[in-house]
């Protein structure tokens, strides 16, 4: 950590990299973009950006029972209610008969209620509130190693489950037909989509969290050929945001996590007007 | 039609007809909108019988910046004689409250202090407190006149020992060589006002927001400079931002406690500040 740091150190000859926490925080971003950009991918191609939104509700429920329950890292009991929760919604989709947005909608809400509820019961939900608008200059080193552990994690399974999932997003019939397990391919990738949420969520806030993943995804689809390649550009625009915006908020005083989707959403408007221009020739 | 509607106006009757007759009042009941004055309400009031001293937020609130009145909140209120609150732009909800109960007496406990920057945070100085016991003694001399001796007797015995306090926390922290702090929030200016400590930065310039990465820049700057050593964070809030500047900069983060929260004991404040001359101490000395 300390040897990466000292790299950091010697390349960047700027003023903002003389700070610790700003290469901190550099670090974490160059961890968790590229994560938000291969997730995100799947989620706007399995229209699931509600679902990943709902989840960023809930960890305020996790946070409260972490508190309730006395618990330091609140890490566990959001992790912990945030995969109950990613189950709850995906059994309720499979076996009631109302639509996908109306039951996520109910989750989404209950997460977010229950959580306001439990913690202004003591009238003290300031404290919490760096949770919604995320904290990432203070990342700490363990930190940083945790979502490097997460990266890894979840490059492999991409290596290893792509092909299967792409299929299970594009013709779920095709992929059974083949011996696919449809829901157990759906329930890792919710898993996985839990996980990534409350792991990056004290960082980039409740708020904005679905917008990250969203965004350079979205602009993604504008400009990439292929679906392997829509990969690359999200992670590539959220890399960019990310590195952009965190550097931007320090020289303009802004928040860190509002620069950067709001540089994501400029990007989406540019590959937009881009993409209709390409259209219309 | 007709008599769903006669059924609907019985049930409105039963509900609410009931709810006009509030049970008999007895005895004396002051309302404390947070805990140092609550400490200061409990003091005032001790052994008084009749009198009952309850604290609005709770004893976990902490300051009330952002306090959200809740219902419980305004049933508290309807049944109190006097509502005693820190002012000086403390209790944002004031207004709302004064809409729905125009009967209810306000005592402002901070009504006629000198404020340093229309800094709210006068009893975290010991001689602000004083002010503010006076303040509340008078209003509760004025509202429960029966109790006046009493009153007194108590308001005498606490300011004594609030001066013996102030005296204790002189006599400690006046020899200090190195009076430069950084505290995490706009909370101690009185206190640094009373004990001649400059007070060079502060990390969360806003109350409840987070600093952004110029103004943490700034404050280790700042630090760097002056060679501060010790930056000041409260138990009530998270001290992430402070803990940043302190690996940067190599100062320590120590507690300082604005005495918003605590435990229910009159002694609360006294020992609270008590603790912060020792935190002080250690951090400067």
Known sequence: MEFLDSILRAILPFEWANYEFMRSALLAVLLVTPLFGLIGTSVVNNKMSFFSDALGHSALTGIAIGVLLGIDHYMISMIGFALLFALLISGVLQHGNSSADTVIGVFSSIGLALGIVILSARGGFAKYSSYLIGDILTVQSEEILMLFVLLCAVVILWILFYNKFLLVTINPDMASGKNVRVNLIRHLFSIVVALTVMVSIKWVGILIINSLLVLPAAAARNLAKSARGSHFWAMGISLFSGISGLILSYYLGTVASGTIVLIAAAIFFLTFIWSLRKAGR | ?285
């Not at chain 2, 920057?117 to 010991?126: A, K, M, Q, Y």
Request: proline share 4%; with cysteine; charged share 25%.
């Open chain 2, 1 to 285: 039609m007709k008599r769903i509607l006669t059924a609907c106006l019985a049930l409105l009757l039963i509900l609410f007809g009931g709810c006009k007759k509030a049970p008999e009042k007895t005895g004396y009941t002051v309302v404390a909108s947070f805990y140092p004055l609550y400490i200061s309400a409990l003091n005032l009031t001790q052994g008084i019988e009749g009198v009952r001293v309850i604290n609005m937020a709770g004893q976990q609130a902490g300051c009330l910046h952002d306090y959200q009145l809740q219902n419980k909140d305004m049933k508290t209120l309807e049944e109190a004689d006097l509502f005693i609150v820190n002012g000086a732009g403390m209790e944002n909800f004031l207004r709302k409250v004064a809409e729905h109960l125009p009967g209810l007496t306000v005592a402002d406990a901070s009504e006629g202090y000198d404020l340093i920057d229309e800094n709210p945070h006068i009893w975290v100085s010991p001689k602000g407190n004083e002010y503010q016991v006076r303040s509340i003694a008078a209003a509760l001399k004025a509202g429960d006149p029966e109790h006046r001796e009493q009153y007194e007797a108590n308001e005498k015995a606490y300011l004594e020992k609030l001066e013996a306090l102030c005296e204790e926390m002189h006599g400690r922290l006046d020899g200090l060589s190195n009076r430069n702090i950084v505290t995490m929030h706009e909370a101690f200016p009185y206190l640094a006002a009373e004990f001649s400590l400059k007070i060079v930065g502060v990390i969360n310039r806003e109350p409840d927001s987070y600093p952004s990465a110029r103004e943490i820049a700034e404050t280790i700057e700042l630090v760097n400079e002056l060679q501060v050593k010790a930056l000041f964070a409260e138990p009530q809030y998270s001290a992430s931002a402070a803990d940043v500047i302190a690996q940067e900069t190599g100062a320590k983060v120590y507690t300082l406690d604005p005495v918003v929260t605590g435990e229910d004991s009159p002694d609360a404040y006294l020992s609270a500040m008590r603790k912060n001359t020792d935190t002080l101490l250690e951090a400067l000395g």
